[in-house]
């Protein structure tokens, strides 16, 4: 159920032009929970049918590896240390003593496991596989190919297998290749230290700070923790008890500890929606098109983007069918989306009160599985008009450029478009260099 009101309330929040995360976020408050988000994969959205005469014959894709386990254990160990510290005082209240017991619990279940795939993310990629191959199978017909490639995270392996296997189930004449090796990091996790750097801005970070120091107390939760909550607060962070507790609680979605533990019912839907708000300005500020870090985040995909250019024209020319399957991070397709400019989230402004109303959401984009998929279209080898879609999340997806066959494109305008958009920043660059 929750999964389906997740899908129900991304579907609405796309189409609305005034949007209020926290009206999401009292229906569920999982929606709240960023970039740990879990896949919105309980419906299926309804599909356009392409013009007449188009069949669908390749797919170029990179999607987010599945639902994982907190990547170290810092997060755990902050709030956890914080609690100890009060229990040793006999300052803890009963649900002091609770929710230190969950701490326990979820650390436990979580050791040796640290950034591992979960049972739910590896079903995750399997259901997005099997969708692909129901709704365009011709893609997959005969002997197809399927060339697979991911970063060597083991997390983005396993999603990986669990794609290919599962189209491999259902059709057994595939060619199927995998690879995962650090030669495809220049595209698959490309680290532009230029840009890198620019993250650092002191205006980002004073920006930054300024929207999150209204937004991260929570005095609330501290009698609701602690007997003498002056007392404690000497000892400990307030903030970053807050932060980590509730980064805690919204991880749990992805693990079996969700049905065990109940962290989440420790906020209230004020408090939910005042972290989302910087979660997602932090977000918008590292990763996406902010004049705070250089205007220019989201060009870290542009090796992505021209790769995936290149293997589409090494396809679309020839009698081949088939998929290009890529597989990594968040860090990676939310600024990919950010770049290709979907569903506007190519977004600028000065101003981060002004995210939330215009629909820059990034846990929209970057769910646990979250996938880009171009999905191409001809009618025989010899069509020299090829058209495309794009789906975010196997929602069809809007483009910056013009079309008279919406939500379909033709790959020439997009290719033309794209590839000039990167070379206008390439010598930008380059030009700022000298």
Known sequence: MKRLLFLLITIISLSCAAQNAFDFITKNRNFSASNYCIYPDSIQPQ???????????????????????????????IPYNMLCKADSMNQLTPIGKDVLHDLRWIIQDSE???????????????????????????????????????????????????????????????????????????YLNYQDQQLRDSMKSRRGNQVYAHFRQSREQNPR?????????????QMISKQWLNYYLLKTALIQQNTRMNERTSLIDLFTYEEIHRFWQHENAWWYIM?????????????????LLRKMI??????????????????????????????????????????????????????????????????????????????????LNEQEAKLPIPTDIAPYYHWRDFRQHYLQKIEDYELLRAASAR
């Not at 356009?48 to 990547?71: D, E, W």
């Not at 501290?222 to 007392?231: A, R």
């Not at 990763?287 to 090796?303: C, E, V």
């Open 310 to 391: 290149e293997d589409a024209d090494s396809i679309i020319h020839t009698d081949r069918r088939g998929a290009h399957l890529r597989f990594g991070h968040e860090t990676v397709i939310l600024p990919l989306v950010c770049l290709l400019g979907l569903n506007g989230f190519d977004f600028v402004t000065d101003d981060l009160e002004q995210l939330e109303p215009n629909g820059w959401w990034a846990c929209l984009v970057f769910p646990m599985a979250s996938n880009v998929q171009f999905v191409f279209y001809r009618q025989d080898a010899q069509d020299e008009d090829v058209i495309f879609k794009v789906l």
């Open 47 to 77: 599909m356009t049918p392409p013009p007449a005469g188009k069949q669908p014959f390749y797919i170029s894709h990179y999607g987010r590896h599945g639902s994982r386990y907190l990547s170290n254990r810092k997060g755990y160990d």
């Open 221 to 233: 939760l501290m009698n609701l923790l602690f007997i003498n909550p002056d007392t404690v607060s």
């Open 112 to 186: 040796g496991r640290w950034g591992d795939l979960t049972g739910l993310g590896k079903r995750q990629h399997r259901h997005i596989a099997r969708r692909m191959s129901e709704r365009f199978p011709e893609v997959f017909r005969d002997s197809a190919f399927i060339d697979a490639r991911s970063t060597t995270a083991n997390r983005c392996i396993l999603s990986m297998g669990a794609a290919v296997a599962q189209l491999a189930a259902l059709h057994p004449r595939l060619a199927i290749s995998l690879h995962a090796s650090e030669q495809d990091a220049w």
């Open 287 to 303: 990763h996406g098109p902010s004049p705070f870090t250089s205007g220019h985040q989201h060009y870290t995909q542009r090796k």
